[in-house]
């Protein structure tokens, strides 16, 4: 009886042990094909960079969607209702006003969520501060977590930037995790900055492995949904953010190296293009040389891009192909140039571009692997060694 009830007691203790485990927050093993890792909020962009949109900013004889209260001190009242989710049933707002108070511009934003200005903090209107996170402004508000509505809260950056005042949300994920018994961190954010839901435009990024951490984050660092993240050479597609980015999950790939891709260490996608001096490119005939697919972009009156097309070519010669992606590119251009807007180019734009404006460039070897991306820019630093003289 006594042997009995020992073996009994030894199955208690060991399936408790095995459910702490399994229990166990963050911690899996390489034979998990899913991993759904819990996330941290915290404040500002970490290493990622978030930058800020315009503020709709009415008058208070406009129709709302809520009352508020406002404060007595303050005239010249302009209101905006910031939405937490647009995609939500019933659409929630963060409230945020500007006034003046003695003469002076004056920022407020409803930060409990009450739809009342008279307790929370009156800020003078200051230029942005990009480099610090002092002047954010936390707020809370109501949003779905996928299953319930949950308060949950999060940072404003709001400042004036060249004469205009703008703003938008200031805060990235972190989450600490063990794989077998290797630590890892990752830092994700929504680069979408309208609303306070992850899910149209994460991005995630490895931040530390084991003691090696990162103190600064390049391009091909920074993964979108459906990419993957190498973890002690096994890659897991980043899948998956919560609505209000509590949780991710990543899943396990077993095939790699044969998907066709732009993530560095994919196989490039072929395309077919025409030149604007009428010439067909294939790129399956384009392997005998590393080959460079440069993006460049005149908005806001940038000619940088343009120009570091030009530079690569005169630098490197008959060493490389390159390719420029561009709109209104004058015909007959001298080189690989390549109009967005022709319609024979949709194959090409949708595989390296995709956008109307960009910057990005992508490098590809003779074995037709992209083995970097970066801005095109940048491309002093990171085009030697990769290319022979």
């Known amino acids: ?15 408790n042990g095995c459910r702490t485990n399994k229990e166990t927050p963050n911690q899996f093993s390489s034979s998990d094909d899913t991993l759904v890792i819990s996330t941290e909020k915290l404040e500002g962009d970490g290493l990622f960079s978030l930058g800020v949109i315009p503020l709709d900013f009415k008058d208070t004889i406009e129709d709302f969607t809520h009352r508020v209260v406002y404060p007595r001190l303050v005239t010249n009242i302009k209101r905006f209702e910031m939405p937490v989710d647009f995609r939500a049933t019933e659409v ?16 407020l934003v409803d930060e409990n969520n009450n739809k009342d200005f008279t307790d929370d903090s009156i800020r003078f209107i200051k230029p942005i ?4 996170d002092d002047d954010l402004i936390k707020c809370k508000y109501a949003i779905s977590n996928g299953n319930e509505i949950v308060t949950d809260s999060s940072w404003l950056r709001i400042g004036t930037w060249r004469d205009d005042l703008l703003g938008g949300r200031s805060e990235h994920l972190i989450a600490d995790f063990t794989l077998n018994k290797d630590h890892y961190k990752v830092g994700i954010i929504d680069a979408r900055l309208f609303g306070f839901f992850y899910g149209i435009d994460p991005q995630i990024a490895l931040l530390s492995n084991n003691s090696e951490t ?47 891709g732009t993530q560095v260490g994919m196989i490039a996608p072929e395309f077919t293009c025409k030149t604007v001096s009428g010439d067909i490119l294939i790129s399956s005939k384009l392997h005998d040389r590393i080959l460079i697919i440069a993006n460049s972009c005149g908005c806001g009156g940038d000619s940088l891009s343009t120009k570091a097309y030009y530079d690569i070519q005169k630098q490197y010669g008959n060493n490389i192909y390159i390719i420029r992606l561009d709109s209104k590119i004058e015909k007959g251009s001298d080189g690989l140039q390549i109009d967005i807007a022709e319609n024979l180019n949709n194959d090409i734009y949708k595989k390296y571009r995709n956008e109307y404006c960009s910057r990005l460039c992508y490098v590809i070897d003779k074995n037709n692997r992209i083995i970097d991306k970066f801005p095109v820019n940048n491309w002093r630093s990171n085009l030697p060694g990769l290319i022979n003289p």
Do not use: C, P
């Not at 929630?92 to 920022?107: A, C, H, S, Y």
């Not at 890659?235 to 190296?257: A, C, P, Q």
């Open 129 to 132: 501060k990009w480099r610090t």
């Open 1 to 15: 009886m006594r042997v009995i009830l020992r073996v009994l007691l030894s199955i208690v203790v060991l399936t």
């Open 214 to 260: 990162k103190d600064t984050l390049v391009q091909k660092d920074i993964l979108q949904i459906g990419e993957f993240l190498n973890l002690a050479g096994n890659y897991y597609r980043f899948t998956h953010v919560t609505n209000n980015g509590d949780f991710i999950t990543l899943i396990k790939e077993l095939n790699f190296n044969k998907i066709i």
């Open 92 to 107: 929630q707002f963060v409230e945020i006003m500007t006034g003046r108070l003695n003469d002076k511009e004056v920022i």
